[in-house]
């Protein structure tokens, strides 16, 4: 029942920006922790941001600080990622979840593709 559909990925070049959305339902929204994840080719699934369930708190892999923003509309029941200063190692198919007792479930949406060229 529980549903993840993330949008706004595409092809930019080194520097430039996108937003990334996730549509959520199945489950309460404005009662979890929520994070993005990102997994290249090649390379196991990386966390790279979450968020509290208000949108308060905010933690980042030190790879996407000062670069990445996580934020919530908890009515619209969507997570977003705005990733600016784009590097072509931000590469890869990124991926939401929701949080649940410091993990996620096993439960992932097919993700959208970010492909950054130099």
């Known amino acids: 029942q529980v549903q993840f559909v993330e949008s706004g990925g595409g092809l930019v070049q080194a520097g430039g920006s996108l937003r990334l959305s996730c549509a959520v339902s199945g489950f309460i929204f404005g009662a979890y922790y929520m994070r993005w994840y990102r997994q290249a080719p090649g390379k196991e699934r990386e966390l790279v941001a979450r968020i509290d369930s208000t949108g308060y708190r905010r933690n980042y892999v030190d790879s996407v600080k000062g670069r990445f923003i996580i934020s919530r509309d908890n009515a619209k029941n969507t997570l977003y990622l705005q990733m600016n200063s784009l590097k072509p190692e931000d590469t890869a198919v990124y991926y939401c979840?929701?949080?649940?007792?410091?993990?996620?479930?096993?439960?992932w949406g097919q993700g959208t593709q970010v492909t950054v060229s130099s």
């Open positions: 979840n929701v949080e649940r007792q410091g993990s996620v479930l096993d439960s």
